[in-house]
């Protein structure tokens, strides 16, 4: 019995590395030499609500699945091993690894059996037996099944802290090439159902009327409807979408359906299919990691996705993170004194985040900064200095132009190419 169960935990844990939501879930570290610890398949780490990251069982309720999206390793026509769990087996799963200690929550997801509204049941029956029989408070990640009712959708929401429908093909012209079962309409309509119901929710506080629960769910009363919001996915590089056109749909669901993240996941070449990009190229990771700065950029720091992107210039830069790319673009706002930039300038500094920008604000309240505290306050010089004014710098920004500046930065790990070589300076870099 157990090995039947070890054997689908490999299988329904191997599929589900895919969903990438919770990033950690590829690793696959054995633990040897009595060293402390073991990666495996199967347990990811997410964020919850008020930051604290929690370990989760990540695993698909089954790999069986009626479409054929050209992208999945699930789909109907690959020919891999199928599993499929038990509503029980998973609650069953979930609550013994919680109890060892080994996770603190679920992530579940799974291929589509039967139809939507038919797998979708079972995801939420999971949810439920976890909430109302076990009492179950850890973290639980629900996908939302393309096309699933209303009605199911409403209650999911009931028992899952987070819930995600996957767009995973950014354009409707992309998504008829490579999943022609599937109708943008069907993801859509989840995550409308869900902005709806979440922000009912937070008007109205914990548990809102008109999704009463049985009587039976005391534990799960006091719960906000997902209080973690949703998230989706996108899979990038299988179709021939540019950054530009990912960045203005994820901006669009962030405005429009007030989405907590939008993961990137770059395409990985799984499949020989003629629709595909060849066997051989996947997508660079660095292009999803610009693809979460710039992103990044455009939540908390105010920039807009036609600042970082234009027509002419749909790509992002590969080589340097698109918030110096802006600044080299964009020399004239530059240089910027330190000591009087407002905050939503200095978080624009190329080196200077979030809280450095904050603590620079404050600091500088009390006394004109010098450029030696501007290191302490987690500012990177290397980058910043081409960009600011600053009692005490070594050398004050020269009228540089963008490529020279570009290649300054990109040499700054051999400091000593940099015209202005000076050990002290070296020591900030
Ligand atoms: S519906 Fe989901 S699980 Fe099924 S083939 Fe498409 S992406 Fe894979």
Known sequence: MWDRIKEKLGILADSAKYDVSCASSGSKRKNEN?????????ICHAYTEDGRCVSLLKIL???????????????????VKRAAFTVQEVVDLTINFYRRNYIEGLFLSSGIFKNADYTMERLVLVAKKLRTEHNFNGYIHLKLVPGASKELVEQAGQFADRLSVNIEIPTEEGLRLLAPDKKREDMLHPMRVLKNAIDESADRGPRPSSLALPA???????R????????????????????LTILKIADAFYKKMKLRRVYYSGYVPISTDNRLPAIGTPVPLIRENRLYQADWLIRWY???????LSANQPSLDMEIDPKLAWALQNLHVFPLDINTADLLLLKRIPGIG????????????????HWDQLKKMGVAINRARYFIICKGLPQQPKDYAAEQIRQFILSAGHSKYHPNFSPQLALFQ
Not at 34 to 42: F, R, T, V
Not at 302 to 308: I, N, Q, T, Y
């Open 34 to 42: 009595k060293g402390l610890g073991n990666a495996s398949n199967g």
């Open 61 to 79: 309720l089954t790999n069986h699945c009626i479409y054929d999206c050209a992208y999945c390793v699930s789909r109907r026509s690959n020919d």
């Open 216 to 222: 039976a769910a005391s534990p799960a009363k006091s």
């Open 224 to 243: 906000l409807f997902a209080p973690a919001g949703q998230s989706t996915q996108m899979v990038i590089g299988a179709t021939a979408e540019p950054d």
């Open 302 to 308: 105010g920039f807009s996705v036609d600042e970082l």
């Open 354 to 369: 979030l809280q450095s920008a904050e603590r620079i604000v404050q600091a500088r309240r009390y006394s004109p900064l």
